[in-house]
């Protein structure tokens, strides 16, 4: 998910509130990204990733995505810049043991541009490169998306397959009247008008501005499961995308309505299910 919703909001009377970033990055690792477990595999499992697969993570957070294609025997290099204490978490999944992996060789965790994960000389290039972090909640993420496949695509071999993923139609994912709360309180001027919901062709025209050609695709169901309201407000706080909403109001009343956006999706044993679906394209680079 993009660490933002919206570019401008109106400022928060008072003091910043301070948010620590390792217990939200733990947040996020422990409760939140499991979320699209459903989406890696599906794609791992479509493109054969094991032993021969040579992957480029992009915007690889804490890793996840990357120690399950390990754990396939997939050598993996992930690389990322936004938020540090993920990347810190990543490293701890993956270095320097990766206990309970068959890759071939030792992870890479890069703290930088795609430019800065290149092979050394000598190397093959890379013959997958995955975009997990879905677009299609915040203006700009798709503009954000192509420059880092601009960066990456010279990274790999001719023909190779480039994985873009996006949230589904907003009828079709229940988490969207929850992240509506976020642009709501961070931008009350603009009101709805700040949300930017999923397109069909998203994806498709991201991958021809970047130059790769579309082959394939496929939509995954990736409900959000929660223990209880207080463990699914934790887990959404850890995207990022309330941040803004925070400032602009208060970390109080952002919990406040969060938490009544909850209300419909809790069942009678109190947990928090919300259905959604997330789409995945598979493009490919010149040959």
Not at 127 to 144: H, K, Q, S, W, Y
Not at 175 to 191: K, M, N, Q, Y
Not at 228 to 244: I, K, Q
């Amino acid at each position: 998910m993009t660490p933002t919703l919206v570019r401008q909001h109106l400022p928060h009377a008072g003091p910043v509130p301070r948010v620590d970033p390792c217990a939200r990055a733990r947040d996020w690792a422990e409760i939140q990204e499991r979320m699209l477990v459903p989406l890696y595999e599906a794609v791992h499992e479509r493109l054969e990733v094991g032993p021969g697969t040579r992957l480029l993570g992009l915007g690889c957070g804490s890793g996840l995505a990357l120690l399950m294609a390990a754990s396939r025997g997939a050598a993996v290099t992930g690389v990322d810049t936004r938020v540090p204490e993920r990347l810190a978490l990543a490293r701890e999944r993956l270095l320097p043991e990766s206990r309970g992996t068959r890759a071939r060789t030792d992870p890479r965790i890069v703290d930088g541009t795609p430019e800065d994960a290149a092979a050394a000389p000598g190397e093959p290039g890379y013959n997958l490169v995955t975009a997990f972090e879905p677009i299609g909640c915040a203006t700009g993420d798709a503009e954000r998306l192509g420059e880092l496949l601009a960066a990456a695509t010279p990274l790999a071999g001719r023909g190779t397959p480039v994985v873009l993923a996006g949230w589904g139609p907003p009828e079709r994912c229940a988490t969207s009247s929850v992240l509506r709360v976020a642009t709501r309180l961070a931008d009350p001027l603009r009101g709805a008008g700040s949300w930017r919901p999923a397109l069909r062709d998203d994806l498709e025209e991201i991958a021809q501005r970047a130059g790769l050609r579309p082959d394939g695709s496929g939509r995954v169901a990736c409900p959000f499961g929660y223990a209880d309201v207080s463990n699914a407000v934790r887990g959404l706080l850890s995207t990022g995308l309330f941040d803004p909403a925070i400032t602009a109001t208060g970390q109080e009343q952002v919990d406040k309505e969060v938490t009544e956006a909850l209300h419909p999706h809790v069942r009678q044993d109190g947990t928090v299910w919300m259905p959604n679906i997330f789409r995945y394209l598979i493009a490919r680079t010149p040959q």
